[in-house]
């Protein structure tokens, strides 16, 4: 069984800039691919970020294209989220996701195995 857990959102102005962790349990994270998503009230998840087993690939939405950075240290069963220059349509509740069975990165939902319970990111205007 694998569980994730996910920190360090807040409120922040809009401009600003948050880290967020994803802590794994379980399994071998090393071989996961991992992803971070977001559900912004009354709209559909949707997909930011992707990151490869070693790291070596990185995949973003549009939306978030240039602004976050997602990273990983296998070392310490973790996967980053790094943004800046937030925005308020960046406002949502953000969710880690770990993909165990395959090799390449999709930005589907469906593709991921695992969840975390989420947390929120408030972007003030």
């Known amino acids: 069984q694998v569980q994730l857990v996910e920190s360090g959102g807040g409120l922040v102005q809009a401009g600003g800039s948050l880290r967020l962790s994803c802590a794994a349990s379980?399994?071998?994270?090393?071989?996961?691919?991992m992803g971070w998503f977001r559900q912004a009230p009354g709209k559909e998840r949707e997909f930011v970020a992707a990151?490869?087993?070693?790291?070596?690939?990185?995949y973003y939405s549009d939306s978030v294209k240039g602004r976050f950075t997602i990273s990983r240290d296998n070392a310490k069963n973790t996967v980053y989220l790094q943004m800046n220059s937030l925005k308020p349509d960046d406002t949502a509740v953000y969710y880690c996701?770990?993909?165990?069975?395959?090799?390449?990165?999709?930005?589907?939902?469906?593709?991921?195995?695992?969840w975390g319970q989420g947390t929120q990111v408030t972007v003030s205007s």
């Open positions: 996701a770990a993909d165990l069975h395959s090799t390449a990165v999709f930005t589907t939902g469906r593709r991921y195995d695992y």
């Open positions: 990151i490869s087993w070693s790291g070596g690939r990185t």
């Open positions: 379980g399994g071998t994270f090393s071989r996961y691919v």
